[in-house]
Nanobody, 117 residues
């Protein structure tokens, strides 16, 4: 069974960059697409980005397209979310889950990103 753990969050000034990591334990990681979501305080969960099992296919929310890049290294069982030109509205807890936009799969603890102006 594959379990995921998010890391890399922190506090950054507006316009700055952060890279989040989603690291897997267990086997079969390379057979799964991975989706990033985020949830800001008092707001609904929001789809951010997804990447196919092989890494060739990606999809982004309109709000992050051109600023965020999702990639993966299956040998290291890790998916990355490179976030550039961060804005205050990107402040949220970020989660990665197994599957392509399938929130019924298990959720982890997430990692907090705080963007200050």
């Amino acid at each position: 069974q594959v379990q995921l753990m998010e890391s890399g969050g922190g506090s950054v000034q507006s316009g700055g960059s952060l890279t989040l990591s989603c690291t897997a334990s267990g086997s079969a990681f390379s057979q799964w697409a991975i989706t990033w979501y985020r949830q800001a305080t008092g707001k609904q969960r929001e789809f951010v980005a997804a990447i196919t099992d092989g890494g060739r296919g990606t999809e982004y929310a309109f709000s992050v397209k051109g600023r965020f890049t999702v990639s993966r290294d299956n040998a290291k069982k890790t998916v990355f979310l490179q976030m550039n030109n961060l804005k205050a509205e990107d402040t949220a807890v970020y989660y990665c889950i197994l599957g392509w936009d399938d929130p019924s799969n298990p959720w982890g603890q997430g990692t907090l990103v705080s963007v200050t102006s």
